[in-house]
């Protein structure tokens, strides 16, 4: 997760400590900006439960590459996950507005060679207006969610008020 403090942050903190489990605060990729006498640290800050026993600073030195890897993908997977649940969310929302019998196509109960043709027409209409309209190109968007580049931490989400 992206941070930000004032202070510099150390590579790595223990905390809550409790029996034979803690917390540790990994940090990384630190980069410090310095704007009209101040100065802030910008940062990568991954927080993960671990076994705890004595020797446990050697151990994240040690291993933090490996670490900071693990957290990082964690994090990616849980929030690529929730982000595709908001999506499978909207595009669920949107299902009723896709399907067949919104076509608005009406046959006539006198079934004739032109009324065939005519109610014909009218259902490739209406499936042209599904596939090419506004809604299909909303839930296409939707689908492409996880194709941007700053998937899953910079999401630009399509406006759904956008069709109207």
């Known amino acids: 997760m992206k941070s930000e403090s004032n202070l510099e942050p150390?590579?790595?903190?223990?905390?809550?400590?409790?029996?034979?489990?803690?917390d540790i605060v990994l940090n990384t990729n630190i980069q410090e900006v310095v704007e009209e006498e101040n100065t802030r640290y910008i940062f990568d800050s991954y927080r993960m439960n671990i076994c705890?026993?004595?020797?446990?600073?050697?151990?994240?030195?040690?291993?933090?590459?490996?670490?900071?890897?693990?957290?990082?993908?964690?994090?990616?997977?849980?929030?690529?996950?929730?982000?595709?649940?908001?999506?499978?969310?909207?595009?669920?929302?949107?299902?009723?507005?896709?399907?067949?019998?919104?076509?608005?196509?009406?046959?006539?109960?006198d079934l004739s060679a032109t009324n065939l043709l005519s109610g014909m027409k009218q259902f490739i209409e209406g499936l042209a207006n599904i596939f090419n309209g506004k809604m299909a190109k909303y839930r296409q968007e939707l689908r492409d969610i996880t194709k941007q580049s700053g998937f899953p931490y910079n999401v630009v989400w399509p406006n759904k008020e956008d069709l109207e």
Do not use: V, W
């Not at 150390?10 to 905390?15: A, H, P, Q, S, V």
């Open 52 to 109: 705890y026993n004595e020797g446990i600073e050697n151990k994240i030195e040690n291993d933090f590459d490996e670490l900071i890897k693990s957290a990082a993908k964690k994090e990616y997977d849980e929030l690529a996950a929730e982000i595709r649940k908001e999506r499978n969310r909207l595009l669920l929302e949107t299902d009723a507005d896709m399907c067949i019998d919104r076509l608005q196509i009406k046959l006539p109960e």
């Open 10 to 22: 150390k590579k790595f903190e223990i905390e809550n400590i409790h029996g034979d489990r803690c």
